[in-house]
RNA sequence: GCGCCUGUGGCUCAGCUGGAUAGAGCAUCAGAUUGCGGAUCUGAGGGUCGCACGUUCAAAUCGUGCCAGGCGCACCA
């Protein structure tokens, strides 16, 4: 509703400049496009627009000059606009009137769970590809941030209209598969007494040793090396590689349920090089003659679209590398009909963004229908000092450690609160704190405050009268237009969020409309059995506050606690 | 050396499709409850927006060059 009255304000500023320019018989060649601004300072009204700032140059007249003549050629009819005033060094400010604020209140009521929902999306199909953690190991906490993000993208994509998949890409095969066979495999001969020496570059991690075991309980000492055996031969390693690379990516789909996260699809490495699509899609872009040979090995010509250097696809020992199973997989990705890609990474990969954006353009699809979103690190903090996080020494904080010391909510909360291009500094201490000092709190205090006032409204004895009955206009309080105001940017927010995939304005969007609550509630009563227009009205406004946390927290994924 | 991200009060961060007096939380200090939940509220102090040029009526925001921190630069995945 406040996006339709913007739009329409825009052209009723667009139509009056038009006029005003018409009378001084000039011949301007570009309208400045109708900037509408929000401004922060409550004194600068509901809308502002800096036009007359934008037309001075052209028109060689005073800002304040046209804005008084926009004023004067503004739609005298329009009902809405309760003031214009000129301020600073010529920005044109709108009021808008009160009465009119009042209906988002019966909107959000009517709309529900669906109030913020839009169709900007228009059904197109996305596809989100995010953790796509290697299963060598647990999830960390680096990939806890990338998986909050990436649910999240896709919740406030979804609600704005796109169709979307949710996706994790498992890289099940390569060097690093053999080597995690081989490090399991090790740890199985120590357990049946055999030493061996264990590679630099091997899977150190505790959890190695734990699989072995689960190992042996299954098949005992089947495995045992023999005399002359010093390292495993590829039947073995396959089988070791496999064993626990399935209890590793059954651990990490745990984790993931537990913290919320839910993938529509788990998409493998491996499917692509069976099903030929490998050899098939390098074979394509040879076609398209982006692929030559060069010292024994194919390369692909990503220089061709900006990339620093060109990428081996199939090695001298004509092995495909990771990076042709990705052209592949993006491929594959287009070919099952999705008409935009969001690929969430750690920040760690970034090098890798230009050959992959160039793998795009080379198969013909728009650069910008796939969007890379980088994650920067995360580091652990507790009582002020980092945790270690060295994973060559598996001394890494998985992200069930994480969970389990301060919760799905608020791991999630301090996720999502920083941009994404941001390091974030998760501290423990603060996360563990029920206090002020923790978001996540006060956000579901608010939400636990309104429901107990309906709790003690139903102890009183008092009902809601329906909706059509209320006079709104018995909200008077400046809190409580500063509420309604509030409440009416939520869906250009997340309009916002969606188009640009940030959650991160969500969270603080949130802190904000909860403060504003605290603060209403501290100072006015919402049960007044004694003046009954006003508690209904007021009573509904804090029910829409009640549905707008609801409905940005479950966006999050954080819970919504009745009681805490 | 090249590339990506970051540099904003003591701390953690918003703001970055240029706009008015640079915001929030924490911390500090001073206050508030005979009332629907004090996990709350009100107020105060605290800032050369890393530095320097440039573009503009207007720069934290755009451009260039430095400085600092993080992360990458494989015929590994």
């Known amino acids: 509703m406040r996006e339709k009255i913007k739009e329409e304000l825009s052209r009723k500023i667009r139509d009056a400049a038009g006029k005003y320019i018409l009378e001084l018989k000039l011949d301007l060649t570009v309208m400045p496009h109708i900037n509408l601004e929000s401004p922060k300072d409550k004194a600068h009204g509901d809308f502002a627009s800096n036009i007359a700032l934008q037309l001075s140059k052209q028109l060689k007249l005073a800002p304040r000059i046209i804005a008084e003549a926009i004023i004067k050629y503004f739609d005298p009819d329009c009902s809405w606009i309760k003031k214009k005033e000129i301020a600073g060094p010529g920005f044109i400010n709108f009021y808008l009137h009160d009465s009119w604020l009042f209906e988002i209140i ?44 990436g649910d999240v993208i896709a919740n406030i994509m979804e ?32 357990l049946l007494g055999e030493e061996i020496k264990f590679p630099d570059n091997g899977y150190k991690g505790d959890y190695i040793k734990d699989i072995a075991k689960q190992f042996f309980a299954k098949y005992k000492d089947n495995y045992k090396r023999g005399a002359k055996e010093e390292y495993p031969g590829k039947t073995n390693i396959k089988i070791f590689s496999k064993f626990t690379g399935n209890y590793i990516l059954k651990n990490i789909k745990e984790d993931l349920n537990i913290f919320g996260v839910k993938f529509d699809n788990w998409f493998t490495e491996k499917s692509l090089h069976e099903s030929g699509q490998v050899k098939s899609a390098i074979e394509e872009l040879r076609q398209k003659g982006y692929i030559y040979e060069q010292d024994g090995a194919q390369w ?21 590398t990771y990076f042709a199973a990705d052209i592949a997989y993006h491929r594959n990705k287009y070919e099952r009909g999705f008409d935009k890609l969001i690929d969430i990474w750690g920040a760690d990969h970034h090098g890798y963004i230009k ?17 890379i979103i980088m994650i920067q690190l995360v ?51 603060l996360a563990k704190k029920e206090s002020m000092e923790n978001p996540v709190y006060y956000i579901q205090y608010a939400y636990a405050r309104i429901s107990s006032i309906f709790r003690e409204m139903e102890n009183q004895k008092i009902k809601l009268v329906p909706l059509s009955k209320i006079d709104f206009n018995e909200l008077k309080e400046e809190h409580e237009t500063e509420l309604v105001k509030k409440l009416a940017c939520f869906p250009g927010l997340l309009v916002q969020c969606a188009a640009a995939h940030e959650p991160h304005h969500l969270t603080k969007y949130l802190q904000e409309l909860a403060g504003i609550f605290h603060g209403y509630y ?17 009573l509904y406004l804090v029910k829409s506050v009640k549905q707008v946390i609801e409905n940005g927290l479950e966006l999050m994924g954080v819970s919504l606690p009745e009681k805490m």
């Open 159 to 190: 609600f704005a209209g796109f169709s979307v998949t949710r996706e994790f890409y498992i890289n099940d095969t390569g060097n690093q598969m053999e080597l995690l066979g081989l490090s399991a495999w090790i740890r199985y001969q120590e």
């Open 300 to 320: 692909f010509k990503s220089t061709v679209f900006g990339d620093d250097k060109d990428r081996v696809v199939i090695t001298k020992e004509n092995k495909t």
């Open 379 to 429: 580091s652990l903090m507790r009582n002020g000092v980092p945790v270690s996080m060295s994973k060559r020494d598996a001394e890494f904080v998985t992200l069930k450690e994480i969970i389990d010391e301060v919760g799905s909510d608020v791991s999630r909360f301090f996720f999502l609160m920083r941009s994404c291009d941001s390091d974030l500094e998760f501290d423990l201490e």
């Open 522 to 538: 501290k100072k006015h009563k919402v049960l007044l059995p004694d003046q009954k227009g006003k508690m209904q009205a007021r």
């Open 355 to 371: 050959r992959v954006k160039a793998v795009v353009e080379a198969f013909g699809h728009p650069y910008d229908s796939l969007d």
């Open 106 to 149: 019966p909107e959000v009521i009517k709309q529900k769970k669906k109030y913020g929902s839009s169709d900007i999306g228009k059904n197109q199909k996305v596809m989100v590809e995010f953790v796509s953690a290697n299963p060598t190991g647990p999830l960390h906490v680096g990939h806890g941030r990338g998986a909050v993000v």
